[in-house]
């Protein structure tokens, strides 16, 4: 008993003045939200979007992948990293269930982009030492995510040998390249001379010349085998590079520049953005999401017919025009500050050197956005692929509006 009355007191004192494990989660968790305000109100704002088009489109929407996705049509077109995990979450649930876990990865890839970019490059390149170790070390992280797509790659070379991650890439070229091009004056060999597309088909751009069914692609891989067929649009696409680059020069300047036009109304050549938008009704894309498609895909995998719930779809597409985008002049804007930003690293003097820190998180995220978003362009222009530019081009504007600022403050002061 005389031990017991020794110990308890102490052991209720530590008790009293230690926290509780809940409450110091609590106010762990209150300090963030207080530090990263902005961000949790942006991810709630987002989170009541997802909601919403989870309960406006039912049971999801369909796209012109779509049946590849859930039928392996167009087998070695896709990688299998979303037929995968579609398939295994199909064979358990429906449709519904696929929407929402979409609209949470979703959520999960815009925190896990607030969280870790800048700081793997930017600690390696910045942090590390000498220019020598640095570089080493960047070299092991791009070999952290090369290896991933290397190892693919040899799976389906075992598999069906090919190594490549689909077979897409010559057709994707030949887009661009069949669009710029002056078949009258393109010296061809006579196999590709049915490879040049005409007026009409050329006016539909890259897009359509890729994968619509009057390309003239369509009637090789129809007749022919298909690394024969790859072959020669491969050739095809080096005679018109060599011949005629300042026809593709041109082609590809203008779709860089599309990005900051002041409307998005569309123009010739290039997929309308209501493709991307939302409709106040249930959309079809025909041919190759049909009704008669979706239907049969509802009716085998659940959810339901397709339906639409009216008010929060009128919502949606009424946010969506009117604010719910980033305007062309604006990423231009972006584009101006980023390039201003990392251009201070060239800078020497005191001002400089305050605002280092900042101009090379600047440079991360603007040449992420130039490379990134220039690649794309060179297949062809899509609105789809220009998303990359809020999680990259939109930081890099960002960071360096802040380093001119910084910067501007620095030489107004004293000493």
């Not at 308890?8 to 990263?36: C, D, F, I, K, N």
């Not at 896709?78 to 876990?101: C, E, M, Q, S, W």
């Not at 006016?203 to 020669?232: H, I, N, T």
Request: hydrophobic share 50%; glycine share 8%.
């Amino acid at each position: 008993m005389l031990e017991n009355s020794q110990v308890e007191p102490t052991t209720v004192e530590s008790g009293a003045s230690a926290p509780r494990p809940a409450a110091a989660r609590a106010h762990l968790a209150a300090a963030v939200l207080r530090r990263h305000w902005l961000a949790a109100v942006l991810l709630a704002a987002g989170l009541v979007l997802r909601v919403l088009a989870q309960f406006a489109y039912r049971p999801v929407l369909f796209y012109i992948d779509t049946a590849r996705y859930l039928y392996n049509d167009a087998q070695g077109m896709d990688p299998v990293g979303y037929k995968g995990p579609l398939r295994v979450l199909l064979a358990v649930t429906n449709f519904n269930t696929i929407a929402a876990v979409q609209h949470l990865l979703g959520l999960a890839m815009a925190v896990v982009l607030y969280v870790l970019l800048l700081p793997a490059v930017l600690y390696l390149l910045v942090l590390g030492g000498g220019w020598r170790q640095a570089l080493g070390r960047a070299g092991v992280l791009c070999a952290a995510f090369i290896l991933p797509i290397l190892t693919y790659c040899t799976i389906n070379y075992l598999a069906v040998g090919d190594f490549f991650l689909s077979h897409t890439g010559v057709t994707s070229v030949y887009g661009r390249t069949a669009a710029a091009a002056d078949c009258n004056t393109l010296r061809l060999t006579p196999a590709e001379r049915g490879m040049c597309p005409t007026r009409a088909q050329q006016a539909k751009g890259p897009d359509s010349l890729e994968f619509d069914q009057d390309s003239p692609v369509q009637r090789y891989y129809a007749d022919l085998p298909r690394d024969q067929v790859d072959a020669l649009i491969t050739d095809f696409n080096h005679r018109v590079l060599t011949q005629q680059p300042l026809r593709v020069l041109r082609a590809y300047a203008r779709d860089v520049v599309r990005l900051f036009a002041l409307t998005r109304d569309g123009s010739p050549g290039v997929t309308a953005i209501s493709r991307w938008q939302f409709q106040t009704t249930y959309p079809y894309f025909p041919p190759h999401a049909s009704r008669q498609v979706v239907d049969t895909a509802t009716d085998r995998f659940g959810g339901g017919r397709p339906a639409v719930w009216a008010p929060a779809a009128d919502f949606l597409r009424g946010y969506q025009l009117h604010g719910g985008y980033t305007p062309g002049p604006l990423l231009a804007l972006c584009t101006l500050a980023g390039l201003a930003g990392s251009a201070s690293l060239l800078v020497r003097g005191r001002a400089a050197r305050l605002v280092r820190e900042p101009a090379r998180a600047c440079l991360l995220f603007f040449a992420s956005a130039v490379s990134v978003l220039l690649v794309s362009d060179l297949f062809e222009f899509s609105w789809r692929y220009q998303l990359h530019a809020l999680v990259t081009l939109v930081p890099a504007g960002a960071l360096g509006v802040t380093v001119l600022l910084r910067a501007a403050s620095a030489r107004r002061a004293p000493g």
